[in-house]
């Protein structure tokens, strides 16, 4: 049977997730939630949570899920230790520091790969075990079959989003918020500038996630874990949402009712299941809309009833005496509690019955317990409803307080690798058209970055292929299949691609999309196999400078900053198809526009609307540049480089993105 995962910012919302029938829920604590502005949990309340998830029979899952600053590792490992007292059930994580420290500190706390962590493909499954997870929260943007496909590889625990707020960008990947207000949705912070308004209206707002309807077919997948999104939300919805997935996994019919009820509490413009069906086209789409405060109650109070979902059976002894004091013996089937009552009296007209019992005891309504059965020793005798009552309350504090036990885990010293600082590999150029090349000699880059499809273009030693992202196991083979020959080196941004290029040959280069912010990640990817790796343009200049570099170490010194790659086609959305030629744009309310690209498979590469350069920083000595180049002609390709050289700002307008700012 399938885990119901529901989410909760704060013991209200927890108490709503067990009450409704979750199997676990997953919390954030004050620091390094992807949830800041959740209320989220301190020390003290965790450990109320853990005592009442415990009671429960109910999981409880700790996110620690955003980046980490290389002056923050000691806050993590002092998190970890939290987490750890309360002997949770496991911790969810994005990045790789914490990944190792949890490893580490706490290694039998099953750790969990966060949806931030892009996994999409069984190479990207086979990647995290050898990185010690146990559970992959898949990307948000798969498809039935490739879930299929993953939970069939049975390489690890699945879990899977069936309900909430979807991102426009792929999950990990968005720097919008970042760059242009310095919120980070990597840390938590993320302003939502996807659901602003633009020029044609709202062409990077999706709808929320809806998948009622698509629980067999997920079930028979073999997911392990169906997971509700809402940590900012209240504890009705909570409610609500847990309920309706409760009872659909528990054999309920699908109905069209529960999904308006639902969507009655929280949506915008209703559902989508695009992603899951591969129909990311406008449809997906919408805002949220006012919803009356009535049709907000009702839905509530039609889904959750307000009555425990799931309950534990109890069974009952009583044996009564009437020269002892009633002995009272009470079991869930894990734990048996007693008590000695008050001493029964003969009966004079009614002697209790073993019904008469059931229906005493039974008033368990408002409780996690349901009674199965009872049975009574001693005939013709008589309890007052007083002492039965009495029994009850004192049986079900001691038997919650038993449920409630758990275990903390062990926290072990950590010893931070430590590494000599290596030099970068020398400056390199990335180009997004090999058509706007400048003739000039480029022999003094280390690498000269070229899409796959136009290798050819540049037959030169220092050449490279920087491939998409979010390819497939299939197609990213069949990319280093046709560049065998071409060219010894690749530029990936996924975890699932590193091992597949070492294994083919190729020097292995990461992008920045790998979210390298600390030296503890820089260390991890050294050990996977990396000869170099684009550091985190989150990062500013004192963060970088805080950097052990055990491997080369590169920073974009030029280009429009990508702050989305999206699955869905922002440009047909807009109605301008432009045929995977040159680029669109999208203007917001402003009147600022951003360069729109043409990614794989009709996805959309989403360009900051001005470009960053790094002309007179004092970037790290031992850290390589890297320009990019995507929208500019090859004129201004050879005014930038011209610049470039002589250390001067490009004769144009540009921007110092986060080099020179705090990020929060």
């Known amino acids: 049977m ?15 997730a067990v009450r409704n029938g979750a199997d676990a829920v997953y919390v954030g604590l004050k620091e390094f939630s992807a949830r800041a502005g959740a209320e989220n949990f301190d020390a003290d309340t965790l ?37 750890a007292d309360c002997g949770a059930d496991g911790v969810i994580v994005q990045d790789l520091a914490a990944a190792r420290l949890a490893r580490e500190t706490v290694p039998d706390l099953p750790l969990h790969a966060s949806t931030q962590m892009q996994i999409h493909t069984v190479r990207g499954l086979e990647a995290l075990k050898a ?34 707020a979807l991102c426009m960008c792929y999950s990990g990947h968005c720097l919008f918020s970042a760059v242009l207000g310095e919120n980070s949705g990597n840390r938590g912070r993320c302003a939502q500038p996807c659901r602003l308004p633009y020029e044609g209206g709202h062409p990077l707002s999706l709808k929320d996630l809806c998948l009622l309807k698509h629980l067999p077919e997920l079930t028979a ?70 919803t009356e405060h009535a049709d907000y109650r009702d839905a509530v109070a039609a889904l959750t009833n307000g009555k425990p979902y799931k309950r534990a059976a109890l069974s009952l002894t009583l044996t009564l005496s009437a020269d002892k004091p009633s002995y009272w013996l009470l079991t869930d089937g894990a734990h048996t ?33 349901i009674l199965q059965n009872v049975r009574l020793t001693g005939e013709g005798l008589y309890l007052p409803v007083s002492a039965v009552n009495a029994a009850r309350r004192a049986l079900l504090a001691v038997l919650t307080e038993r449920r409630a036990a758990f275990t903390p885990r062990e926290i072990l010293p950590f010893s931070p690798p430590r590494a000599e600082n290596v030099k970068g590999g020398g400056d390199q150029i990335l180009f997004y058209s090999a058509a706007e090349m400048p003739a000039e000699d480029l022999s003094g880059f280390a690498r000269i970055w070229l899409r796959p499809e136009e290798i050819d273009a540049y037959p030169a030693p220092n050449n490279g292929v920087f491939v998409d992202h979010f390819l497939s196991d299939e ?42 912010t600390n030296s503890l990640a820089l260390a991890e990817y050294k050990e996977m196999g990396l000869d170099d790796i684009c550091l985190s343009f989150e990062n500013n200049l004192a963060q970088m400078r805080d950097l052990e570099k055990p491997l080369p170490t590169t920073v974009i010194a030029y280009g429009r900053l ?25 203007t917001d309310r402003r009147g600022v526009r951003f360069p729109l690209l043409c990614a794989d498979g009709c996805g959309t590469t989403l360009l900051n609307s001005l470009p960053l350069s790094a002309h007179g920083l004092a970037l790290p000595p031992e ?39 705090g990020v929060k």
Not at 340 to 361: D, K, N, V
Request: hydrophobic share 40%.
């Open 2 to 16: 399938s885990e119901l995962l529901s989410p909760a910012g704060d013991l209200a919302c927890l108490r709503a």
């Open 47 to 83: 450990l109320a949570a853990r005592r009442e998830t415990a009671a429960a029979n109910v999981k409880l899952f700790v996110a620690l899920n955003t980046l980490v600053r290389d002056r923050e590792l000691p806050d993590i490992r002092r998190s970890l230790g939290i987490i």
């Open 131 to 164: 990185l010690g997870f146990r559970r992959a929260v898949l990307a948000r943007e798969m498809s039935l079959d490739e879930i299929r496909a993953a939970a069939a590889a049975d390489i690890m625990e699945t879990e899977v989003f069936i309900h909430g």
């Open 221 to 290: 997948a073999g997911v392990t874990s169906f997971k509700i999104e809402g940590r900012l939300k209240s504890p009705e919805y909570v409610a609500a949402a847990t309920r309706a997935y409760r009872e659909r996994l528990d054999g309920k019919p699908y109905d069209e009712t529960t999904e308006r009820r639902l969507a009655a509490i929280f949506s915008r413009d209703g559902f989508t299941d695009g992603y899951l069906t591969g129909k990311t086209d406008k449809p997906m789409f919408g805002i949220k809309q006012k």
């Open 337 to 369: 509690v007693s008590f000695e009552g008050e001493t029964a009296s003969p009966a004079e007209r009614r002697p209790m019955t073993e019904q008469s019992l059931f229906e005493a005891f039974d008033k368990l309504t408002d409780t996690p317990f």
């Open 475 to 516: 197609a990213f083979r069949k990319v280093l299949d046709d560049c065998k020959g071409k060219t010894g080196a690749v530029l990936v941004g996924n975890l699932s691609q590193i091992l597949p290029a070492r294994q083919a040959g190729f020097a292995v280069y990461g992008d920045w999309s790998l979210n390298a």
């Open 562 to 586: 990508p702050l989305m790659r999206t699955k869905n086609c922002i440009i047909s959305q807009k109605g301008d198809c432009i045929g995977h030629t040159g680029h669109a744009l999208l």
């Open 623 to 661: 850290t390589a540049r890297r320009l990019d180049f995507t929208t500019e002609t090859k004129r201004e390709i050879e005014s930038v480089l011209a610049a470039f050289r002589r250390g001067d700002a490009p004769d144009r307008p540009f921007t110092r993105g986060l080099y020179t700012r």
